[in-house]
């Protein structure tokens, strides 16, 4: 079975995303998230996968949708059982990058948690991480940044 990795940027409420789109942009958070993803599967939701600007390079893309997508570089998966299937039968690690319907599937599977967690609020936002229980996780700060907006990555390891 595949190490499966969440992988997520989410504020104080833990929100994810309004209309669509990303909340905040933070430069070093998409290099951090390139550096993790780049050369592993990527497992994602239609809506996430509507808001690529493009496909990203050398990361298999593996999409959970009931549509149709014309792209042989995309897998597209209409089931999320015969995903987790597929998964199981990979052996490396495997990100889940979204959207918050996806996070929620994947929650009760996923060895690790990596969230970059933004200190900063939006009241408008539509979509929010899933509630979690901290206490199932050993968390370990991999690092703090102060941009704009000051966050750090975190990585939740379930524990045993
Ligand atoms: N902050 C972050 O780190 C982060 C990361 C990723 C995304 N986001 C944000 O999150 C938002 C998108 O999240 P979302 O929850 O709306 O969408 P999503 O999880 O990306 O995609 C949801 C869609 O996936 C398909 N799907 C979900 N479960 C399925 C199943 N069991 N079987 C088949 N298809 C299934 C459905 O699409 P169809 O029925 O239409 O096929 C569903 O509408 C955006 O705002 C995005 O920017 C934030």
Not at 59 to 64: N, S, T, Y
Request: aromatic share 10%; with cysteine; net charge negative.
């Amino acid at each position: 079975m595949a190490k499966l990795i969440i992988i997520a940027a989410i504020g104080k409420n833990k929100e994810l995303g309004k209309n669509n789109e990303l909340i905040w942009h933070l430069k070093e958070d998409l290099t951090f998230f390139k550096e993790h993803t780049l050369n592993h599967p990527i497992v994602m939701g239609y809506n996430t996968f509507l808001s690529l600007p493009k496909l990203l390079p050398k990361r298999k893309h593996l999409v959970l949708t009931h549509q149709n997508i014309e792209n042989p570089d995309i897998k597209v998966f209409h089931d999320f059982n015969h995903l987790v299937k597929y998964l199981q039968e990979v052996d490396e690690d495997v990100y889940i990058i979204g959207g918050a319907t996806i996070y929620k599937l994947f929650l009760p599977l996923a060895n690790e948690l990596l969230l970059t967690e933004i200190n900063a609020e939006c009241p408008s936002a539509d979509v929010y991480f899933p509630n979690f229980n901290e206490n199932d996780y050993e968390r370990i700060t991999l690092k703090e940044i102060n941009e704009e907006i000051s966050y750090k990555h975190v990585l939740l390891r379930r524990k045993k």
